[in-house]
């Protein structure tokens, strides 16, 4: 966390309203933890539901530092963290990802 509202919490809240969180992530090939680490995700979550359904706002650029994929791709979205499946935002790219 980099940032918070000062503001009282609410009882059983998964984040304050307003917490902000900087990332830098690796992005690897596969879920296994010995996988290859093929570029980083970087960026801001910012905790954005005042009720018990957690939703972030994402600001998140993927960096594919090698493979055929080499580039970037950032999404910029609301992202409602309790639904199972959802899309978010592909707002630009470099590389392979230029034009998303």
């Known amino acids: 966390m980099v940032a918070s509202a000062n503001a009282t919490g609410k009882p059983n809240h998964p984040t304050t309203f307003g917490a902000t969180f900087a990332i830098n992530d690796p992005l690897t090939?596969?879920?296994?933890?010995?996988?290859?680490?093929?570029?980083?995700?970087?960026?801001?979550?910012?905790?954005?539901?005042?009720?018990?359904?957690?939703?972030?706002?994402?600001?998140?650029?993927?960096?594919?530092?090698?493979?055929?994929?080499?580039?970037?791709?950032?999404?910029f979205s609301r992202n409602p963290v309790i639904d199972g499946d959802r899309e978010l935002a592909v707002v630009g790219g470099r590389g392979m990802f230029r034009f998303a």
């Open 29 to 75: 090939e596969g879920p296994e933890i010995a996988s290859n680490i093929i570029g980083n995700a970087q960026g801001l979550y910012l905790s954005s539901s005042q009720d018990k359904n957690l939703t972030l706002v994402m600001y998140v650029d993927l960096g594919f530092t090698s493979g055929k994929f080499k580039g970037s791709s950032s999404m």
